[in-house]
């Protein structure tokens, strides 16, 4: 077989080597375009060809380079682009987790109080949290100087004394009975500030959940009714409720609420203090004053109202100990609630 022969056969070999993967394209690479390639040795030879026929055989040589170039550059870029698509697509892996969030336990515990109220053909009323002095204290048997005052500590304006941050939703009551006419039944959750001290147990900002309920011929039998419902609905059929007479400027009679434990079942445990009981809200027939200062027939009207500290519940319901845990955010506090609803 001639030099020309043998060359011609290595172009066939270039054109028709089946490579399908990067093993065999490294092997062609190394026989045809590495630093000792075959195509080197056959050029070698030309020293054996004749003159005239030199640049045939260069041409000819040259060729087989090229074509060999050629090829192992499209294959080069084929595996590449297989490897990469390959890379991204990776079926195996375990897919993204998406971090869902969860409802706020204190939004939770609100939406089922709320929920058990709307049962009772409550409805929901929100109003500001910016009030006056008015709406916050004076209409709600509170007058300038009422030592009463003292028992919520107020955030005062500076520049407007009579603007103050809502110590609490019974501001709520007083805006509905001046805008609506009775038969009313409200529910007025929403946030409420008190210049204290923060700490476990106390914060300067909290949620309450106001109820209100006036109407003819409305009684203590009725508070009574109402509250034993709501309770059983929201601790569990047996818990049982105790009154204490107690003081509240905007209701006569008042009272505190207890019930009985729903941690201990009643026998005594750190979160009732051994005690059997845990107080959970406060509550009484409306005074007729506040009636009055609203415009409302108290020879025709009358009704009861109540109040409760959702922090409160909520802080009994999950035992969590200290209320600041419950507006820091942490979400390795907040993640604890996801299944609650
Ligand atoms: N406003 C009271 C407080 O913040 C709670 C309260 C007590 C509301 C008795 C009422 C009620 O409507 O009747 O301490």
């Known amino acids: 077989m001639d030099i020309f022969e043998q060359t011609e056969n290595l172009q066939k070999e270039v054109q028709e080597t089946v490579i399908t993967d990067a093993e065999a394209l490294e092997k062609f690479r190394i026989r045809f375009l590495g630093s000792k390639n075959i195509l080197k040795d056959i050029f070698g030879e030309i020293k054996n ?3 005239e026929r030199k640049k045939e055989f260069g041409q000819l040589v040259n060729k087989v380079k090229q074509t060999a170039e050629e090829k192992f550059a499209a294959l080069q870029e084929q595996f590449q682009q297989q490897n990469t698509t390959a890379e991204t697509i990776d079926l195996t892996l375990p897919g993204d987790v998406t971090n869902l969030g969860a409802r706020h336990p204190i939004q939770v515990v609100k939406n089922q109080i709320v929920d058990i109220f709307k049962r009772l053909g409550f409805a929901v009323q929100e ?29 005062f304006i500076n520049v407007n004394p009579d603007i103050v941050l809502r ?3 019974s501001s709520v009551q007083v805006r509905t009975m001046e805008n609506q006419k009775p038969p009313i039944r409200i529910l007025s959750p929403g946030r409420v500030y008190r210049n204290e001290t923060i700490s476990a147990r106390s914060h300067c900002f909290f949620h309450q959940v106001e109820g209100l309920y006036i109407d003819e011929n409305v009684s203590f039998a009725d508070l009574l009714q109402t509250l034993d ?13 105790k009154l204490r007479p107690s003081y509240f400027p905007f209701t006569e009679p008042s009272a505190e609420v207890d019930v009985t434990c729903f941690i201990c079942g009643g026998s005594g445990c750190t979160v009732c203090k051994q005690s059997g009981w845990v107080e959970i809200l406060g509550c009484g027939m409306v005074d007729p004053k506040v009636l009055e200062n609203c415009q409302i027939d108290t020879k025709k009207y009358a009704g009861f109202a109540f109040g409760m500290g959702v922090e409160r519940i909520t802080m009994l319901k999950y035992q969590i100990k200290d209320i600041r845990l419950l507006s820091e955010n942490d979400t390795r506090f907040l993640e604890q ?5």
């Open 49 to 51: 060809v004749p003159n």
């Open 127 to 155: 109003d500001r949290e910016i009030e006056d002095d008015w709406h916050n204290f004076t209409a709600l048997n509170m007058p300038e100087d009422h030592p009463a005052r003292d028992m919520q500590d107020t955030f």
């Open 167 to 169: 110590t609490h939703t």
């Open 229 to 241: 419902f709501f309770v059983k609905e929201l601790f569990g059929k047996d818990t049982k409720i």
């Open 337 to 341: 609630f996801k299944s609650a609803r």
